[in-house]
């Protein structure tokens, strides 16, 4: 036994350099999927386990501090936060996503639906061409939510190799109740302030991308201390549903002027954390692709008979 202890150290030591190696490898390779040669993406695509994130915002008015493209900025920057404390692949900004209520307003780029749907489809599809089996959509447009609820429900109607997540909740905003459960670094300076182009975002914004901040504008526009009032909406009935809904004609509510880098970098690294425990979720999930191919088969065979 004492005979092989030298020879035990050295295999220790030998799988400590390799491990080291290893790490030192995953380290200098960037998340960001343009950054990389090509190369470097098959390390990553291993690294990763396979595990990629399609960051979306959109194009449109945050109010008159804010630039056209905040969700685009925040939402990539999260997940390439993310992505250092939990690698993953960060596909480029997808931003034809809707944005149709801010359509009347300047600078504001909107998409038909069947554009947008057609879009991601093929964005998605040329991820897992390229590798990633497990993709989560990180969505920082609020306007996407009940899209991105018909998106996922839809794929099943299509067999596919790739497991598909979607992520709003650690993305922007903080909704309001959860500050009392907050740090006091991340509370709004005032109640109301936060919104669309209001001082949550634009703090982020402020703490990684100051030269794109107009806070001397905070005031220079009207604004709502929440997404429309009763006379901005249509009258249709409570009950119903209207075709047409203008719940923030100005793209402002909220007060932007009260916005610190200081909170940003609170309110970012609440998310980054959060968002991180998700990636590490989807890592360790080994049922869903397993469960989909089962509902798959079964869809093409729904009578059993072979």
């Known amino acids: 036994m004492t005979q092989n202890r030298p020879l035990a150290k ?9 491990l080291t190696a290893t790490l030192a490898v995953a380290q200098s390779l960037p998340s960001k999927w343009e950054d990389m040669t090509s190369a470097d993406f098959v390390k990553a695509l291993q690294q990763s386990g396979g595990v990629c994130m399609l960051p979306m915002g959109s194009i449109e008015k945050f109010g008159p501090s804010g630039p056209l493209g905040t969700n685009i900025y925040l939402s990539r920057l999260v997940a390439t936060e993310a992505a250092k404390q939990e690698y993953a692949i960060v596909f480029p900004s997808f931003y034809a996503t809707v944005t149709s209520g801010a ?68 993305e922007f905003p903080v909704f309001a109740e959860q500050y009392a459960k907050l740090p006091k670094e ?12 209001g001082e949550e975002r634009i703090a982020a914004l402020l703490a990684y991308y100051p030269e794109l901040v107009h806070l001397d504008r905070a005031h220079s526009e009207a604004t709502t ?34 916005a610190t880098a200081a909170r940003g970098q609170a309110l970012v690294k609440y998310v980054v954390d959060r968002l991180a425990v998700a990636l590490k979720q989807i890592k360790d999930d080994n049922t869903t692709l397993e469960i989909q191919k089962k509902y798959s088969d079964a869809r093409q065979n729904p009578s059993g008979v072979k």
């Open 103 to 170: 359509s009347s307003l300047p600078g504001t780029i909107t998409y038909t639906p069947q554009l947008q749907q057609l879009l991601l489809q093929e964005s998605i599809s040329e991820m897992a061409r390229n590798g990633c089996r497990k993709i989560l959509l990180v969505n920082g447009n609020s306007s996407n939510m009940s899209f991105l609820s018909y998106f996922l429900s839809s794929a099943s109607q299509t067999p596919h190799n790739y497991a598909l997540y979607s992520i709003y909740g650690p």
């Open 225 to 258: 201390m929440a997404h429309g009032t009763p006379g901005e909406r249509t009258a249709a009935p409570k009950h119903l549903a209207a075709g047409f809904q203008d719940a923030l004609p100005t793209g402002y509510s909220g007060d932007a002027a009260g």
């Open 10 to 18: 050295a295999i220790l030591s030998l799988a400590v350099i390799a």
């Open 186 to 197: 991340m509370q709004p300076s005032a109640p109301g302030v936060d919104g669309h182009g």
